[in-house]
């Protein structure tokens, strides 16, 4: 069965960097786009990245153009954000996602001083 | 950015009854708009892709229809598990957008 597994969030100070992982299974992984999506505390889902099946084409959301990377290794089933200059309000459960159907369980990223 | 306008914001319901959530798009996205259930605490679950094809296990009682700008997810008959925030979402053009989300309470 198709798995999406987060890992790599934690409590941050402002500033800081931070890397993502997501590490898929029971699917083509390098046959997909995939895509990272967050959600703030009581708040609604903003689509945050996506990268294309072989890595060659990205796409970022306007809060985090230059600040976030999206890649993927496809010999590790993995995909990547590389989460630079975070700010406070770039707190939230960062998901990722096959979009149209399958999502992670998230991990929570927290940035405070 | 296209923008997407999801109504209402909440609702109030009761079990058996028919709900119907619409969302707008400030522009025209074909049929490229999935809906989404979230629950408190888990991760958005997809119910309906390209605008009205329901997602293998998802209850007959959802159904989504409309293109173009204007869209509508129905639930036939309100049960106990569907009480939840949903969520449309246009995958047309990026940055990919999501609307408000619609949260659905017990009356």
């Known amino acids: 069965q198709v798995q999406l597994v987060e890992s790599g969030g934690g409590v941050v100070q402002p500033g800081r960097s931070l890397r993502l992982s997501c590490e898929a299974s029971g699917f083509t992984f390098s046959n997909y786009a995939m895509h990272w999506v967050r959600q703030a505390p009581g708040k609604g889902l903003e689509w945050v990245a996506v990268?294309?099946?072989?890595?060659?084409?990205?796409y970022y959301g306007d809060s985090v153009k230059g600040r976030f990377t999206i890649s993927r290794d496809n010999s590790k089933n993995t995909m990547y954000l590389q989460m630079n200059g975070l700010r406070v309000d770039d707190t939230a459960v960062y998901y990722c996602a096959r979009l149209i159907d399958y999502w992670g369980q998230g991990t929570l990223v927290t940035v405070s001083s | 950015d296209i923008q997407m306008t999801q109504s209402p914001s909440s609702l109030s319901a009761s079990l058996g009854d028919r709900v119907t959530i619409t969302c707008r798009a400030s522009?025209?996205?074909?049929?490229?708009l999935v809906w989404f259930q979230q629950k408190p605490g888990k991760a958005p679950k997809s119910l309906i892709y390209?605008?009205?094809s329901l997602q293998g296990g998802v209850p007959a009682r959802f159904s989504g229809s409309g293109s173009g700008t204007d869209f509508t997810l129905t639930i036939s008959s309100l049960q106990p598990e569907d009480f939840a925030t949903y969520y449309c979402?246009?995958?047309?053009?990026?940055?990919?957008?999501f609307g408000g989300g619609t949260k659905v309470e017990i009356k």
């Open positions: 990268i294309s099946y072989d890595g060659t084409n990205k």
């Open positions: 522009q025209g996205i074909n049929d490229f």
């Open positions: 390209a605008a009205s």
């Open positions: 979402q246009q995958y047309n053009s990026y940055p990919f957008t």
